[in-house]
């Protein structure tokens, strides 16, 4: 990440030029000077608040408490640390679960309101969309409800696994799922409205072209409607990837109200809380910082200048 | 037919897992604890248990919940109102003024937008802490207040909707630079601050880990955070260990709590719907 070019303030309002140029001109030798002005206190809060933070991870993960470089060892320090490996293979298969989930399930819904007539369909999205309301804690809080047999709606669901107490419901190997059911609650009605909305883009003659060459639903959504929806399909699953990585309010929350079946270093993002303020050791913990802040960084990268979805002009 | 059928039933079962969880979470407070057990999920109780659950809801702690609801909202509230000052002109420069680095900066508040802000929340910690402002309301809403999102919604707004050629006219008739901003731009840009306040209140008042690390103090919390702590405090997740003392959570209290916590954007989520939408979509530009 390079360091911008920080708009410098310099106080004194632009004078407006004029004559001797044409207009044009004038409009963009004026704005020169105004348009720093204009982003001064964005930039302001972009340096203190976006970069700062990220130069002093980096700072912080090199060196060692009270100064002085140690390059690589905090990252060896925390990759060797015995909880390091089982928090990122948690995350990662709860990415997994979760992504795969999203990329058909989504898609599929999107696909099925689509030929909806338009007051149908909106009020399936209102109901999807509902529940985005309550991301965060409140999500994690509702769930711990669904998932206790003794009273939740879904009781008889969870007695066909033959589940009758939540200590068996939040067993290790669950809460990954339990954690993409929660994130897909809260997530994908806006993603569903964001497909609904690009597939309402496709030109009706395109679809219309394809009937006519006998094409049958199922052949139009594969060959038409999901190619061309792809790129919103892959911002998707990239948002979804940098913002999954970072998990925490989920395990910490669910681990608050098991009593202990949740490790308190399930996720990457609970490990460095836990090293950073339990064992006050804030420079290996930044390594972890940098760890996540580096493949949510990837994921942003590649979307900006692969995907094309952005302007910038 | 047979593909409506089966759409219809995908449809519905789909319908009763994102929906029948909010309906459980709205009947719940209108029932006793063990009635939560013992009678149908959908039963309705009673208005006298919803008032209970109320009354010891907010008695929780000598009203602790209602310090938290009011601390939520002065955090939003503070960092949306920085957010929309910075982000409407910083969107206008970006949009339709030149200066140098103007693209450095977009491509910056980009990916920024993208990147997940958990990641710089250690960082941050470390940052506030060494001037001393852990544990105020600062530490949660100047960080806040960096919106990245909000700046490129606004950049959006203003390259694809304000004419070059009005500004240029006013230009002519004298206006400066500031004038021609705050006389024709900012009136048109009406809806954009609309779209901006939403998502970042959105964002803000479900923000859980900035403030869970920022604050120590109980007292200071937000909502979303005071979540945690009512966690801890409800018999029925913590048999034998209450953590907190003397004072217990039933569960219909629990959940009048989330309800309560998500009233305010869940009534933003009801009434600017549209809005919503809209900025999700422009999220990113079309082609």
């Given amino acids: ?313 | 037919m047979k593909w409506r059928v089966v759409t219809l039933i995908v449809l519905l079962a789909f319908t009763a897992f994102f929906f029948v969880p909010i309906i459980w979470v709205l009947l719940a407070p209108t029932k006793t604890d063990t009635a939560l057990t013992s009678s149908g999920p959908f039963a309705f109780g009673n208005f006298s248990n919803f008032f209970h659950a109320w009354k010891a809801l907010f008695g929780f702690q000598s009203g602790v919940m209602r310090g938290w609801l009011e601390n939520s909202a002065i955090y939003s509230f503070g960092g949306v109102s920085i957010a929309i000052v910075a982000a409407i002109p910083a969107g206008y420069g970006l949009a339709l003024t030149q200066f140098i680095g103007r693209k450095t900066l977009l491509a910056i508040t980009l990916v920024t937008m993208i990147m997940p802000a958990t990641a710089l929340v250690l960082p941050l910690f470390l940052e506030v802490n060494s001037v001393h402002l852990t544990d105020t309301p600062w530490s949660v809403i100047l960080p806040f207040s960096f919106f990245p999102f909000g700046v490129y919604l606004c950049y959006i707004f203003f390259s694809s909707t304000i004419p070059r050629d009005l500004l240029a006219a006013a230009r002519v008739d004298g206006c400066n630079e500031w004038g021609v901003f705050r006389y024709i731009a900012l009136p048109l840009a009406r809806p954009v601050v609309a779209l901006v306040a939403f998502f970042a209140f959105v964002a803000d008042w479900n923000n859980y880990y900035l403030p869970f690390v920022m604050l120590s103090t109980n007292t200071k919390l937000p909502v979303q955070v005071g979540l945690e702590y009512l966690i801890s405090s409800t018999e029925a997740f913590n048999p034998g260990n209450p953590g907190t003392g003397a004072q217990l959570v039933q569960r219909p209290e629990l959940a009048l709590a989330i309800v309560v916590a998500i009233a305010p954007v869940a009534i933003v989520f009801i009434f600017a719907q549209r809005t919503l939408v809209k900025g999700m979509l422009a999220g990113a530009t079309k082609e």
């Fill in chain 1, 1 to 313: 990440m390079t360091v911008p070019p920080v708009a410098t303030v310099s106080g004194e309002r632009s004078r407006a030029r004029r004559g001797g140029r044409s207009e044009r001109a004038s409009a963009i030798g004026t704005s020169r000077k105004t348009g720093y002005l204009f982003v001064a206190l964005y930039v302001v809060l972009l340096a203190l608040f976006g970069i700062a933070p990220t130069v002093y991870a980096i700072y912080l993960s090199v060196t060692k408490v009270g100064g002085g470089f140690v390059w690589g060892s905090n990252f060896t320090r925390a990759f060797q640390d015995f909880r390091f490996l089982p928090a990122f293979e948690h995350v990662a298969e709860y990415l997994a679960i979760w992504l795969i989930a999203e990329a058909v399930l989504i898609v599929i819904l999107a696909l099925m309101l689509h030929p909806l007539s338009r007051r149908t369909s909106a009020s399936f999205r209102f109901l999807f969309y509902m529940p985005g309301a309550l991301a965060g804690s409140a999500s994690v809080l509702v769930w711990l409800f669904m998932l206790d047999p003794t009273l939740s709606p879904w009781h008889f669901l969870l007695s066909l696994f033959g589940y009758s107490q939540i200590d068996l419901v939040l067993l290790p190997s669950h809460l990954p799922w339990i954690f993409a059911i929660m994130a897909f609650w809260t997530g994908a009605g806006g993603w569903i409205v964001v497909m609904y909305g690009a597939l309402n883009n496709i030109p009706d003659e395109l679809l219309e072209a394809a009937r006519l060459d006998g094409a049958n639903a199922l052949q139009s959504a594969l060959r038409i409607k999901i190619p061309l929806i792809k790129k919103w399909i892959v911002y998707m699953l990239i948002l979804s990837f940098a913002g999954g990585t970072q998990l925490f309010v989920e395990p910490q929350l669910v681990g608050q109200a098991s009593a202990g079946l949740v490790s308190n270093t399930w996720s990457p993002n609970q490990l460095a809380y836990y090293i950073a303020f339990i064992n006050d050791n804030f420079n290996e913990a930044a390594a972890i910082s940098v760890t996540l802040l580096i493949l949510g960084l990837l994921g942003a990268t590649l979307l900006v200048w692969r995907t094309r979805l952005f302007e910038i002009s």
